[in-house]
């Protein structure tokens, strides 16, 4: 997987965080796939959407090797540094998990690789309280189901590459296969991986969250040396 290092507008934010967030139960379900594929995750609300779709992708197994989009209502999220044609997208990074819901029940849609169009519904089943330092990005309670392949070919693609893998004489079964690196169980599904991975980028966070303050730290420190000496 590709994972991009948290950018620092992000860090500096997390010391933002409103005093008490809720923490959101959310269904994330693959719509249109041949098979159900869904993730529960409980999220603080007080996200970053850039850092939920981090989640998203971690949570169902994607490669974070396309373009993606959150939408509720008429309001979409994205990423800025390629809406450069879209003046009515609003930058991820400026918007938490809150602005996507209203109250329970409520949902909103969120979009990887706008060629295979993969679709996912996002569900709040449930809001709660946060204990203060309880979490620091989330975790996926429980799934099923594997994520379909990159590149497959959207849900049709996926339905056909699921026929022919299933198939022990089709011609095309070896080479899809061989495309695929290995073989393929669409019905696995591990959350304690899912979780470990979770866990990793929350270690980054905390890294990077740790270098920006220490630099903070010893430009405050060079500003003061400077003064003394006037």
Not at 63 to 85: D, I, T, V
Request: hydrophobic share 35%; glycine share 6%; aromatic share 8%.
């Amino acid at each position: 997987m590709q994972w991009a290092k948290v950018n620092k507008r992000e860090v500096s934010s997390m010391a933002k965080k409103k005093s008490k967030p809720s923490l959101y139960q959310i269904k994330v379900s693959l719509m249109d796939s041949p098979l159900p594929v869904w993730r529960r995750l409980i999220i603080p609300s007080d996200t970053q959407l850039e850092l939920v779709h981090l989640l998203m992708q971690v949570s169902f197994g994607w490669a974070n090797s396309h373009l993606h989009e959150f939408k509720a209502g008429q309001n979409r999220y994205g990423q800025m540094e390629f809406a450069e044609e879209d003046p009515e997208l609003l930058d991820e990074c400026e918007y938490t998990l809150e602005a996507l819901f209203s109250n329970p029940g409520s949902t909103a849609t969120y979009r990887y690789d706008f060629g295979d169009c993969w679709d996912h519904k996002l569900l709040l089943e449930k809001v709660s309280a946060l204990a203060e330092g309880e979490l620091l990005l989330g975790r996926c309670t429980a799934g099923k189901r594997a994520c379909p392949p990159e590149d497959v070919g959207g849900p049709s693609g996926y339905e056909r590459f699921l026929s022919i893998i299933e198939d022990p004489q089709h011609e095309e079964r070896g080479e899809l296969l061989e495309w695929i690196g290995s073989e393929f169980d669409p019905d696995s599904f591990d959350a304690r991986l899912v979780n470990l991975q979770i866990r990793m980028i929350e270690n980054d966070i905390v890294e990077d969250f740790a270098e920006l303050m220490a630099s903070k730290d010893l430009a405050g420190l060079e500003l003061g040396v400077q003064k003394s000496k006037k």
